[in-house]
């Protein structure tokens, strides 16, 4: 009687130097192999993409946490009516702008959660989400608090996404952050503090105003 070693094809599975054509071969061999192979981040797009339909939903859950699965696939799966797959795609950063959309429409705190937490969802997504989840608006504005006059920040551009969605989520951008983020060396924060402005601490609020429009900081 032959014993499989299943630590060795599982860790075969996740190998950079294993084939393509190996790949399939072992996600054809069990699930469990199919779901390595899955969520492999170094697994082809081509493999990936021809586990798409496989029954096992555990493999198509990796699939659509996997930042290599293609686009077209993760678009694919935010009409799956399977709420897990769904929570899977929405905290992808690798789904598609106009899919994290349709998913906020979905109007589900866990989706939304995954949303708020994905690099790659929009500043309208976000601000369409704020509303429903006033946790996501204490979590936006712990970060700019964070961001303000004391905390250290020893990579400014790192912070970019999590500043713009603390802009998005925060009823009010503390004065210490937003004093901050003036001298922020991306274009981006800058312009995205424009269009924020109202939001920023009434009592600076003029002073950033001046500052930005001398700085020609339209949106």
Same mark, same amino acid.
């Given at each position: 009687?032959?014993?499989?070693?299943?630590?060795?094809?599982?860790?075969?599975?996740?190998?950079?130097?294993?084939?393509?054509?190996?790949?399939?071969?072992?996600?054809?061999?069990?699930?469990? @192999?199919?779901?390595?192979?899955? =969520? %492999?981040? +170094?697994?082809?797009? !081509?493999? *990936?993409?021809? /586990?798409?339909?496989?029954? $096992?939903?555990?493999?198509?859950?990796?699939?659509?946490?996997?930042?290599?699965?293609?686009?077209?696939?993760?678009?694919?799966?935010?009409?799956?009516?399977?709420?897990?797959?769904?929570?899977?795609?929405?905290?992808?950063?690798?789904?598609?702008?106009?899919?994290?959309?349709?998913?906020?429409?979905?109007?589900?705190?866990?989706?939304?959660?995954?949303?708020?937490?994905?690099?790659?969802?929009?500043?309208?997504? @976000?601000?369409?989400?704020?509303? =429903? %989840?006033? +946790?996501?608006?204490? !979590?936006? *504005?712990?970060? /700019?608090?964070?961001?303000? $006059?004391?905390?250290?920040?020893?990579?400014?551009?790192?912070?970019?996404?999590?500043?713009?969605?603390?802009?998005?989520?925060?009823?009010?951008?503390?004065?210490?952050?937003?004093?901050?983020?003036?001298?922020?060396?991306?274009?981006?924060?800058?312009?995205?503090?424009?269009?924020?402005?109202?939001?920023?601490?009434?009592?600076?609020?003029?002073?950033?105003?001046?500052?930005?429009?001398?700085?020609?900081?339209?949106?």
């Amino acid at each position: 009687m032959t014993t499989v070693d299943w630590t060795g094809l599982k860790r075969e599975a996740r190998r950079q130097d294993t084939s393509p054509e190996r790949r399939l071969e072992l996600a054809h061999f069990a699930p469990d @192999l199919a779901r390595e192979v899955a =969520r %492999a981040q +170094n697994t082809p797009t !081509d493999v *990936l993409a021809a /586990l798409a339909q496989h029954p $096992d939903l555990r493999v198509r859950l990796a699939l659509a946490s996997n930042p290599r699965t293609p686009p077209a696939l993760l678009a694919a799966f935010c009409r799956s009516s399977d709420m897990e797959l769904l929570v899977a795609v929405a905290g992808n950063k690798s789904t598609p702008p106009t899919e994290l959309e349709i998913l906020a429409q979905h109007r589900n705190a866990r989706i939304e959660d995954r949303l708020a937490s994905n690099p790659s969802t929009p500043l309208d997504v @976000l601000t369409i989400i704020a509303p =429903r %989840a006033g +946790n996501l608006q204490f !979590d936006g *504005l712990r970060i /700019l608090v964070e961001y303000g $006059d004391n905390a250290p920040c020893a990579n400014l551009d790192k912070t970019v996404p999590d500043l713009i969605k603390g802009m998005a989520l925060s009823e009010l951008i503390p004065a210490g952050a937003a004093r901050r983020l003036l001298d922020h060396p991306s274009p981006e924060i800058r312009q995205t503090l424009h269009r924020h402005v109202d939001k920023v601490a009434t009592s600076i609020r003029a002073q950033i105003k001046q500052h930005l429009m001398q700085e020609g900081a339209h949106p």
